[in-house]
């Protein structure tokens, strides 16, 4: 089965920045979406960044400008590096690639950030 850990969480202070790595178990290019997702406590999960496999990377309208998604096909691992972290932004992170045939998603278990003074 495919398989994504997470690393790289943990506390910061707000205006902090952060990097999350995902490591993957097989070839990244083997999916047709990969990226990030967030959970904050009573919220529903939302979109962070994703990437096409032809390219094209896509963010949620409250981390543009602040987070930047990459990847290292070489290495199956992706990364999310989070700048100017605010308050809001404390959440569990989560990992995910999207297979297209058959349409399955596989999600990491998350990695816990938290933004506090």
């Known amino acids: 089965q495919v398989q994504l850990v997470e690393s790289g969480g943990g506390a910061v202070p707000p205006g902090g920045s952060l990097k999350l790595t995902c490591s993957v178990s097989e070839n990244t290019l083997r999916f047709t979406l990969v990226g990030w997702y967030r959970q904050a406590s009573g919220k529903e999960r939302e979109l962070v960044a994703t990437v096409t496999r032809g390219g094209t990377v896509n963010y949620g309208d409250d981390v543009k400008g602040r987070f930047t998604l990459s990847r290292d096909n070489a290495k199956n691992e992706l990364y999310l590096i989070m700048d100017n972290l605010r308050s809001e932004d404390t959440a569990v992170y989560y990992c995910?690639?999207?297979?297209?045939?058959?349409?399955?998603?596989?999600w990491g278990q998350g990695t816990q950030v938290l933004v506090s003074s």
């Open positions: 995910s690639v999207r297979q297209g045939y058959p349409r399955v998603d596989y």
